[in-house]
């Protein structure tokens, strides 16, 4: 809402799932600030230095045992060695700087998804120079709040 008013008719958000699996994907639990500073680095990174319209898409998508949620903006996007530069500082945790623009909002949520779940979760970044950027959460598929209750959940 915050970026909405910043960027005026500069920004649009869409939220999309399959009709199928929405009330699926709504029952959903994740912890606490796990999309809010990806989608706030889609769009300082992204959209901010873009001339005209720029768009962010959260999909959600749920499997028997995963919730699966991309965040996708046609902003500039990175190339290739910065996409590989990036998933490595998100995957190794620590070595990420804390200089601006260092990923460190990434590295930081992708570490308190481990922790609360496992290696198996966590965030994965795809990206094309001039098409934009999908950031990838991979997350349990839990609905009940009992399994949650050490830790801050989002509905």
């Known amino acids: 809402l915050i970026q909405r008013y910043r960027f005026a008719d500069r920004l649009e958000l869409h939220i999309s799932c399959d009709p199928a699996d929405r009330e699926a994907i709504y029952r959903c ?16 990174h992204g959209l901010e230095p873009r001339k005209g319209k720029g768009k962010v898409i959260i999909n959600g998508t749920v499997t028997d045992n ?18 590989v530069r990036l998933n490595q500082k998100i995957e190794g945790g620590l070595s990420a ?3 601006k623009g260092s990923g460190i909002a990434l590295v930081n949520t992708n570490q308190r998804i481990r922790l609360c779940f496992g290696k198996e979760y966590g965030i994965y970044v795809y990206s ?11 997350l349990p598929r839990i609905t009940d709040r009992k399994y949650l209750k ?5 509905e």
């Open 66 to 83: 995963r919730l699966l949620i991309n965040i996708i903006d046609n902003g500039q996007g990175m190339d290739e060695e910065e996409r």
């Open 150 to 154: 050490e830790i801050e959940y989002e």
């Open 29 to 44: 639990r994740l912890p606490k600030l796990t999309i809010q500073p990806v989608i706030e680095n889609a769009i300082y």
């Open 97 to 99: 700087d804390s200089k």
């Open 128 to 138: 094309t120079y001039g098409m934009g950027t999908n950031v990838q959460i991979h």
